[in-house]
């Protein structure tokens, strides 16, 4: 997955709030710790390396912010720990749980996914390890592969199972769906269910062509024309855009020693704004939206693009965070190497690949096999999986395929006209009904009815990346 753009859909969420139930003391005690309470703060502190960074109610839920003591290595647990966090989203034990994932930082404010409010229930969400603060110090990125977060994600679901006794769900969007699949992959016992929505799924990292198909017949001819006009006339105009550009970087503290300079940032930011569009806009309004390449300003083009795609995605400081992300795909999840022949004779980079977005005192090589291996293992044995896509999405050009059969009860849906942010409330009704049907039942819920939504606990949220996924 290579760069993105500023500003990334995350899972969609509907939901909202019920009547408070009251907190219900599961049957089963925590390994090693007291007599359960009825409270539920002392059950969760009781877990060992639990520890409590601040508790937010809100109306209905106990919400929690937490550290949670994990290996550095799961496979020699008695060579260091780091300190994860992980938030929960108390209703009542009496209701099942969902693991949520974004797949990199953790929200700490309450909010709930889709799967959650569906079957009204309890969440849990992680922090993807390496993501700041949840790194281990001094960090060896080699420990961070996708093995090592599932095992993250088997030791909470295990530590806090004998206290949310019920059924448990996995979900998360984008680079958080992967996350869920990789840990259904590792530990396919663990979860009695996986919504996984927008999950890119790049097998094999040395052919793109799925994702250049996709950009050739996406949307209308006139849109995707206009979009590439644009790309083209900000690489003619180079010079000017630069100006503005280190103009806009001075103002705000931008540096680019990562990529190296502002050239190879500036062309990056350009060469993503076809992808990012169709990733990110709601094309039937956006497209009118788009500037006439010719006739544009200068500023007017600087202005369509940092909306688009944020001039700041590769300078330093926007990279940064993201590390993380950009070393996984540089070394496991892969990138896509997409074309754009409209711009090869203007193009002096190419569409550069994620070892220059990670400081080169990070060492990476790339393990061909990994994704091959969760691809291969998803077709044949994968059981009550759910990946819902959105028809304009470039990353659902190369998708994952569960295996098929009613004893597999794996299903994958399309959301008409949805792009990175589509959810099972964007399907068609048929499959809405199908998809909602599953997921309450894989819940052990299938009687019960989705939350009321909350405009503060549901709303959709955005959050700053500079990655694509």
Known sequence: ????????????????????????????????????????????????????????????????????????????????????????????????????????????????????????GNQVSMEYRFFTPSRPAPADWKKLDIWQAASDQHRIFEALKPIYTKKWLSTGASKGGMTATYFERFYPRDMDGVVAYVAPNDVNNKEDSAYDRFLATVGTKECRTKIEAVQREALVRREPLEKLYASYAAANGYTFKTIGNLDKAFEAVVLDVNWGFWQYQQSATACAKVPTAATASDQGLFDWIEDVGGWSSYADQGLEYYTPYYYQAGTQLGSPDIKQPWLADLSRYGYQPPRNFVPRDIPMTFQKHAMKDVDRWVRHHSHRMMFVYGENDPWGAEPFRPARGAKHDSHVFTAPGGNHGANVAGLTSADKAKATERILAWAGVPAAKPAPYDAKLDRERKHQMTLRP
Not at 82 to 99: E, G, M, S
């Open 1 to 120: 997955m290579r760069k993105a753009l500023r500003w990334v859909l995350s899972l969609v969420v509907l939901i909202g709030t019920i009547g408070f139930t009251g907190a219900t003391a599961a049957t089963a005690a925590t390994p090693g710790a007291p007599a359960a309470t009825t409270d539920i703060k002392d059950r969760l502190l009781a877990i060992k390396g639990m520890s409590l960074i601040e508790e937010k109610p809100y109306d209905g839920y106990r919400f929690f912010v937490l550290n949670y003591r994990q290996p550095v290595d799961h496979r020699h647990p008695a060579k260091g720990t780091f300190q994860q966090r992980i938030t929960v989203l108390h209703k009542d034990t009496a209701r099942p749980t969902v693991f949520h994932t974004s797949g990199y930082g953790l929200n700490v404010n309450p909010g709930r996914s889709e799967p959650t409010r569906v079957i009204d």
